[in-house]
Structures are given as C-alpha cells and as structure tokens.
C-alpha cells in the first residue's frame, strides 16, 4: 500500500521524529512527501539531509493533506492559533498525538468543522513496532481509515472509546519506559551474577521480546507461561516470590495509575 495523501508532522520531537522515521521505513509513503517543522529551525537540517520537506508550519500545512499535531500539551494553543486560518475543512484531517488532549478540545479551539483523529503512539513507531491507540467522535469515522493505514504500517493498533486516551498514554507510551528499566534492572542483576555489561543487557532485552511474542503470538494470559517455567523448590519461583515480597507487580501498578492521573492534568491549565 502506498499512501497518496501528503502529511505535515508539526512538531518533530520525539514522537514526531519517530513517525517520520518509521513512514518511511514502512515504505508507504517517500520523505519528500512529508513536511515536518520544529521550533528550533537548525534541528530541521538532519530531516533535509533525509530528504524530508524541512519547512514552517504555515508552508507545511499548505502542501499537505494530513497534519499530525506532535507538540507538547503546553505548546499546544499557540500552534492551534498559528496555523488555523491555513487549514481547510474539504481538504485537511487533524491527527493530535498530544496527551491530555480531547477531540473536542482541539475542535473548540480550531474554531472549525473539520475531522479530528485522536492517536497515541508510543516511540517504537520509529522501528515500526509502537502500540498505538486511535480514537475518532461519530462524526469522523470515514477519517479514521486514513490514520489507521497510516498507524497499521508502523506497528499494533487498537480504536478505543476516548474516555481511555489518557489510560492508554500512561499503559502504552509510558509503558515503553517502564519495561525498558525493567530491561535495564534485569541487566544489573545479570552483571551481578557474572556477565559483561553488553551481554547481559542483549541477554535480557531477547528475554523480554521472546517474552512478549510468545503472548502476542499464542493469545495465552501471563501465568500460564510463567507456569511453564516454575517448577517445586525452583530458581524460577524463588526469585519471582522475592521480587513480589518487594513490591515488583504493586510498584509497576502504582506506576501506571500515577502516570494516568498525571496525563489527565497535562493540558488541564491550557484550555
């Protein structure tokens, strides 16, 4: 599939460098077909040197069909306000992936009837494996196949109701940092009992990813391959009862609830 639609990322950050990198890698659309802008302007010389339309959000918008919000929550209004009077609603779809941010939020400031899809990423869409949620009001149905052609080539996609946005921020693209320091503990610990510091952390990240695919390929809960693995008077379950006599599964939930209730403030004081 090859996308003919052109996009602007406006924004290109993290988040926003990481879905130009991954487009292109997914081969569905070509550099020169996405705009990207950034408000420190010498940034924007590595995406020219990519073959990215390195421009203004003003131009961007302009030459292209899909625009992609990638700002912070706080840099949010001033954009809205910048590039509002370039946007036209028979021609342009809006997709925010700013947290905290609802469709009807961005619509009001807009100040325009024009399709708004609300998309959460996380940043292994830059290797095109993010867990991305996707949300859109009845209104704009029609528009959420275009982000999901774009979304499904850089990774998993689930729609969900909007009311789970800023759960799925705090489980999905908090949740990257999260099993990456658990990848990272467990490479301290795999220095402690003998290895190198470059094997253990290879040897733990292949770990987890055989972990996660052995779920995602047999559709089987946790438990029942932590079963497989936990025999009477094991290693295997002395360590897991220690981990969890400290805390391991109430600290990873806490975390995650915490980092909810934290996006759910993020653009709190900007509306």
Known sequence: ???????????????????????VKSKIISPS??????????????????????????????????????????????????IKESLNPSKHIVISVVSGVSVKQI????????????????????????????????????ELDDALKIFDALGKTIVIEESLMVPATALCACGTAFFLR??????????????????????????????????LEKGKHPENEVDKVTTPMGCTISGLNQMEHNGFSSSLIKGIVTSAEKAGTLYANND
């Open 1 to 23: 599939m090859h996308l003919k639609k052109k996009i602007a990322i406006l924004g290109a950050g993290n988040i926003g460098s990481a879905i130009a990198e991954g487009l």
């Open 107 to 142: 619509k009001n400031h807009l100040g325009i009837d024009l399709p708004v899809i609300r998309v959460m990423p996380n940043t292994a869409i830059a290797i095109r494996e993010s867990m991305t949620c996707i949300s859109a009001g009845a209104s704009d149905k029609d």
């Open 33 to 82: 077909n996405i705009a990207i802008t950034r408000k420190n302007r010498l940034l924007l010389q590595q995406f020219s040197d990519k073959g990215f339309n390195s421009t203004d959000n003003i131009t961007a918008v302009e030459s292209s069909d899909i625009i992609i919000l990638a700002v912070t929550p706080q840099q949010l209004n001033e954009l809205i306000e910048e």
């Open 182 to 215: 658990a990848i990272r503990a467990a490479s301290q610990g795999g220095i402690e009992i003998g290895f190198h510091a470059a094997d253990a952390l290879f040897m733990a990240a292949q770990t987890a990813k055989g972990s996660a695919e052995m779920l």
